[in-house]
Nanobody, 123 residues
Framework: QVQLVESGGGLVQAGGSLRLSCATS????????MGWFRQAPGKEREFVAA????????RYADSVKDRFTISRDNAKNTVYLQMNSLKPEDTAVYYC????????????????WGQGTQVTVSS
């Protein structure tokens, strides 16, 4: 059974930074495309970023491009999301997801999901 556990969320002031981590177990992490999504209160879940199995290709939502960086460490079965220049509109629950082949922003194309970690950005 594949498990994904996010950590690193919290409360930060606008302009600050956070790094989210997603540790995986029970699967072939090094073969998965990994993604980050987020869901703000009253809004639909939206794509944030994704990274291929070898880390060579990444994709970002326009809203986070140049501020967020996705990376992975296959030796640690962990994917990261470095978030800089945070804005109040980045406030959401952030979810880690794994795909067995799809890279992109469609959430139902991802096979495994974590429980989420709350990120709150104060103005």
């Amino acid at each position: 059974q594949v498990q994904l556990v996010e950590s690193g969320g919290g409360l930060v002031q606008a302009g600050g930074s956070l790094r989210l981590s997603c540790a995986t177990s029970g699967g072939a992490f090094s073969t998965y495309v990994m993604g980050w999504f987020r869901q703000a209160p009253g809004k639909e879940r939206e794509f944030v970023a994704a990274i291929t199995w070898n880390g060579r290709n990444t994709r970002y939502a326009d809203s986070v491009k140049d501020r967020f960086t996705i990376s992975r460490d296959n030796a640690k079965n962990t994917v990261y999301l470095q978030m800089n220049s945070l804005k109040p509109e980045d406030t959401a629950v952030y979810y880690c997801a794994a795909s067995r082949g799809y890279i992109g922003g469609i959430d139902y194309q991802y096979d495994y999901w974590g429980q989420g970690t709350q990120v709150t950005v104060s103005s």
